[in-house]
């Protein structure tokens, strides 16, 4: 009398007979003797795996097709009292749905169709399985296996794509490779020349440098020399002159000028450039002595004055 519905499950109740209601999850109570439990139906959704079958495309080729459908049962009524067997119902139903589909197709558009089959498939079952208060989630083509021969030709055709492809990626990689050894050869280039440019404008400025530090040191040098020669010109000419001071301070004779005279000319006689003119009279020489005293003791009055 006292019934417990689980959760996801549903009672259909017939009483004398006739379907009188259905029940869902919770607790019931039945009339003895006049109502019973006609049916228990499971609310969950159910998967029916079906074997391979053959089916001609379009271009003659036989191809076995592997298909799964999801269901779930959406009127506890109807799947009781409008189907016999719901399952049966349903495999035969993918059975004739496949093969007028794959029928308007050809071999290459069935292999590569798999979506468009699955929601083919969905859509005509619903159609159809509503009535029995059944409800298609979802069809999926688990495998396509085309005729040996054609399965040998598409595995060698596939072969050759990936071969293909494999030929493709090794061109580009080379064309890849080619473009990285010549863009780095041109780098490699490019700064060789920056590197030998830089190289010369450091010799040059460092050529440049040598010249200015050794035409710097030559003119220091010649100022060095020029300022020795100036400094001794100066003491050559202050000796001179301390040497005339004393000599007209001590008043030489005549005889001593003379000497000193023949000295000089002696000394002018070394150069071999020089010529001397010697007077025919002798006596003049102390002639010039007297001269020469007499400049210098103009010489100094000079210098006095």
Not at 120 to 132: D, G
Request: net charge negative; with cysteine.
């Amino acid at each position: 009398m006292i019934h417990i519905v689980p959760q996801a499950s549903v009672y259909v109740i017939e009483r004398l007979g006739v379907f009188r209601t259905t029940w869902y999850a919770g607790l019931h109570f039945r009339i003895p003797f006049i109502e019973k439990v006609s049916r228990r139906i499971s609310l969950k959704e159910q998967v029916a795996d079906f074997p391979p079958q053959n089916v001609i495309t379009k271009d003659n080729c036989i191809v076995q097709i592997d298909s799964v459908v999801f269901f779930h049962v959406e009127d506890p009524e109807k799947f009781t009292y409008k189907i016999m067997e719901p399952i049966e119902g349903i495999a035969n139903l993918v059975s004739t749905t496949l093969r007028s589909y794959i029928g308007n197709l050809t071999l290459e558009d069935t292999m590569t169709s798999r979506e468009e089959i699955n929601q083919h498939m969905k859509t005509t079952l619903n159609e159809s399985t509503s009535k029995w208060g059944i409800s298609i989630n979802k069809v999926e083509i688990l495998d396509i296996i085309p005729p040996r021969d054609v399965s040998e030709s598409m595995e060698k055709q596939i072969k050759a794509e990936r071969e293909k492809r494999a030929s493709i990626l090794n061109a580009e990689a080379t064309k890849q490779s080619a473009i990285l050894i010549s863009e780095g050869e041109k780098e490699a280039k490019i700064l060789k020349a920056q590197a030998e440019k830089e190289a010369a404008i450091l010799n040059a400025q460092a050529e440049k440098e040598a010249k200015l530090l050794k035409a710097q040191a030559e003119k220091d040098a010649k100022i060095l020399e020029a300022e020795g020669e100036f400094e001794a010109i100066l003491k050559i000419q202050e000796a001179t002159a301390r040497g005339i001071e004393e000599i007209n301070s001590s008043n030489p004779s005549n005889e001593y000028l003379a000497l000193q005279q023949i000295e000089a000319l002696k000394q002018i006689g070394i150069n071999k450039s020089t010529k001397i003119i010697i007077p025919s009279n002798l006596q003049s020489i102390s002639t010039l002595g007297t001269v020469f005293k007499e400049s210098i003791t103009d010489t100094n009055t000079e210098e006095d004055y």
